[in-house]
């Protein structure tokens, strides 16, 4: 078992920047990928951010040279740092985490973090 907590959502203006946080602790042998999801009042899920164990990044078109993605292995963690902030990154965020134990993968999510931006 996995656990996920997240820290630094709030409330922010338009055009300010706020840092998410994410710890994971518990049984694994490797955490392949770190990501932070989003989902938007009335909007399913969705990928914002990734990062390989390798630190290889992948980006959802609408947060590029906005948000910044980075993990630390030595201490499972992983921060999204997101810059010019708009009224549509309003959601609440979900920190995930794909890790491996005896063999198989395993899909963690954290418990959300709402992220409001006001104009």
């Known amino acids: 078992q996995v656990q996920l907590v997240e820290s630094g959502g709030g409330l922010v203006q338009a055009g300010g920047s706020l840092r998410l946080s994410c710890a994971a602790s518990g049984i694994f042998s490797s955490i392949n990928n770190m990501g932070w999801y989003r989902q938007r009042p009335g909007k399913q899920r969705e990928l914002v951010a990734s990062?390989?164990?390798?630190?290889?990044?992948n980006y959802a078109d609408s947060v590029k040279g906005r948000f910044t993605i980075s993990r630390d292995n030595a201490k499972n963690t992983v921060l999204l740092l997101m810059n010019s902030l708009n009224s549509e990154d309003t959601a609440v965020y979900f920190c995930?985490?794909?890790?491996?134990?005896?063999?198989?993968?395993?899909?963690?999510w954290g418990q959300g973090t709402q992220v409001t931006v006001s104009s």
């Open positions: 990062v390989t164990i390798t630190g290889t990044t």
């Open positions: 995930n985490a794909v890790t491996s134990y005896r063999g198989a993968t395993w899909n963690y």
